[in-house]
Structures are given as structure tokens and as C-alpha cells.
């Protein structure tokens, strides 16, 4: 009962945190500016938008064939996988949707939790890489579209990446370490309190052998290259909503301005899926990107509902299909 107390607790909070965004963000605007701009879209634009999504996710499946070490899953399980992944990241509340791909991993893939884990773990660390270097050289060559100061925009990043690539390379270790604080906390609780904590040492151990793994395979290079080509295709889908949507706009600076969005994304807010907290993102980049307050709001609002779109369909289609098949076999089977 005190676990659904607080489940309801942070479900109420994420909710209240989402609906406090949008209501205010709708302040701004109105529902008539966002359902004109929805209804003005080119489809010859979303139909780009919606190939470079499938990439995008294409993309992320083949990463997570090269950072698993345990077995081969096939490409195309990974695929509905991570589909599945990033649906869920829009609709589940206080980033829960994170621990969908480890599960689903475990429970088709035949992966351990713990090894999902270092995988994803290890993706967000090349994602966070190739963003803050994008954010760096997008401050660099729009510094007249910023306003803060363009050293302390590259010393923060250059903090950042820092600290990124030395928890990547020495997270084995730092796992250990923990590891073993756990281990010496549960014996002090006793056998009853400390099942727990000895649990949670076990799993630590785990993840460290699996952080272990990956980078004993020493890929840096293809995998780096594929979380690029993966932003590449994630960038041009909102290049191609924007000119869907009419705004002109150049690569570079869509490139610039969604920078701050994913960034907003990766913040401990717990809201319901990323709804309110990349539309904030989003109005803030392009506005520093040049675009008008309105234009700004109402595109991110717009971005947002047509990539869930995309999203659910991609995921409806990757559910539906193996059922189809797994069915068609099976008559073939009784014949």
C-alpha cells in the first residue's frame, strides 16, 4: 500500500509539472495558432519527417548491436525494441520509459537486466558526447544569436564532456566502488534489512562486468559514428517540420536551436513523458535562434505532437506485424 501511495504521489507530481508547462507555455499562445500550423504542414515534408525518424530509430538499433556483448539479437528485434523505447518515453511519467528498454531487451533479447543497463547507459553517453559537441560549435557559429558569453558557453561544455568521457571510461570501477559501500552498509542492517542492499551490491557488480565487456570490445569509432549519423537523422527531421511548417529557417540553425531542447530533455524533471519540458527546451533554443516568441512556442508544440504521431504508428505497426506473422505460421503449421 505505501509503494502505490507513492507511485500515485509521483505520478500526481509528474502530471502537475507537465500540465504547470503546457498552461503556461499556452499563455503564450493559442490553441487557433498551434491547430493552424498543424493543418498548414506540407506532406511531402512529413513524409521526410517520418523516413528520417525511421532512421533515426534504424540507427539506434545498430548501436545497441554493437554495445551488447552477451549475444547477437537480431537487428530487426532491436529495431521494434527501440521503437518501443522511445514511445514509451513520451507517455510514461518520471522517466520511467528509461527502463523499458532494458526490459524489453531482457524479455525478448534474452539479455540480462543489468547488461540493458550498461547498454543504454553507455548510448546516453555517446548521445550526451555528440550533443554538447554539436551545442559547442552551433554557439560557435551563431554566437550573435546567443546571449551569454561565448567562453563560458564552451568552458561549461568542455566541463561537461570531461566529466562525460571520464565517468565512461572509469564507470567500471566507480561501480566497484559503490558496489562495495552497498555491501558494507547491508552487513551492518543484518540478514533482514540488508536482502536489499545485498540485491542492489549483486546487480552493481553486474553492471560493472558488463561496462567492463562493452569496452574491452574497444568499438569507440563505430559506435561514435552511428550515435552521429543517428543525430544527423533526428536533426533533419526537425529541419523538415520546420519547412513543413512554412518556417524558413537554415540546418544549421534548427541544428543549434533543438540542441537546447534535447539538452532540456535529459534534466531529473519528472514529468509525463518529455510533454512540456522539450516545448520549453524548444521555445528557448529558437529563441535564441531568432525565431519570434509565437513561432517559437507554437512549432515546438507542433514538433512534439507530429513526432508522436510518427512514434505511435511505428510502434503499433512493429506490434502488429510479428503478431501477423507469428499467426500465418502457425495455420501453416496445422496444414
Request: proline letters at 3%; aromatic letters at 14%; charged letters at 15%.
Amino acid at each position: 500500500m505505501r509503494s502505490l501511495h507513492i507511485s500515485f504521489k509521483r505520478l500526481l507530481f509528474s502530471l502537475l509539472i507537465t500540465l504547470g508547462i503546457i498552461v503556461f507555455l499556452f499563455t503564450q499562445i493559442s490553441l487557433e495558432d498551434l491547430s493552424v500550423l498543424l493543418k498548414s504542414i506540407d506532406p511531402l515534408c512529413a513524409t521526410w519527417a517520418a523516413a528520417g525518424y525511421l532512421l533515426a530509430v534504424f540507427l539506434r538499433a545498430v548501436r545497441y548491436r554493437q554495445l551488447l556483448h552477451s549475444r547477437e539479437v537480431p537487428l530487426p528485434q532491436l529495431f521494434r525494441i527501440s521503437a518501443f523505447y522511445h514511445l514509451s518515453l513520451m507517455v510514461l511519467p518520471s522517466k520511467l520509459g528509461e527502463l523499458t528498454y532494458p526490459y524489453l531487451l531482457s524479455r525478448t533479447g534474452g539479455t540480462s537486466i543489468t547488461e540493458g543497463m550498461a547498454s543504454l547507459i553507455a548510448s546516453r553517453v555517446y548521445d550526451f558526447f555528440i550533443i554538447l559537441l554539436v551545442f559547442s560549435f552551433a554557439a560557435i557559429g551563431f554566437r550573435a544569436y546567443f546571449n551569454v558569453e561565448l567562453p563560458i558557453v564552451l568552458i561549461l561544455s568542455s566541463v561537461l564532456i570531461g566529466i562525460i568521457v571520464f565517468g565512461f571510461l572509469y564507470v567500471g570501477p566507480l561501480l566497484r566502488v559503490f558496489s562495495d559501500l552497498i555491501g558494507r552498509f547491508s552487513r551492518r542492517m543484518g540478514a533482514k534489512g540488508g536482502r536489499s542492499f545485498q540485491w542492489l551490491q549483486k546487480k552493481g557488480y553486474e553492471m560493472a562486468e558488463d561496462f567492463s565487456a562493452i569496452q574491452a570490445r574497444r568499438n569507440y569509432l563505430p559506435v561514435m559514428l552511428t550515435s552521429l549519423c543517428s543525430w544527423l537523422a533526428i536533426f533533419s527531421v526537425f529541419y523538415a517540420f520546420m519547412k513543413g511548417f512554412g518556417i524558413e529557417i537554415s540546418f544549421l540553425r534548427v541544428v543549434s536551436g533543438s540542441t537546447i531542447s534535447v539538452i532540456t530533455n535529459a534534466l531529473p524533471i519528472s514529468g509525463i513523458g518529455n510533454w512540456g519540458t522539450m516545448e520549453a527546451g524548444w521555445s528557448l533554443g529558437f529563441l535564441m535562434a531568432g525565431l519570434s516568441k509565437e513561432k517559437a512556442i507554437a512549432t515546438g508544440f507542433g514538433v512534439h505532437i507530429a513526432l508522436f504521431v510518427i512514434a505511435a504508428v511505428t510502434g503499433f505497426i512493429c506490434w502488429i506485424v510479428p503478431n501477423i506473422l507469428d499467426v500465418v505460421r502457425r495455420r501453416r503449421q496445422k496444414q
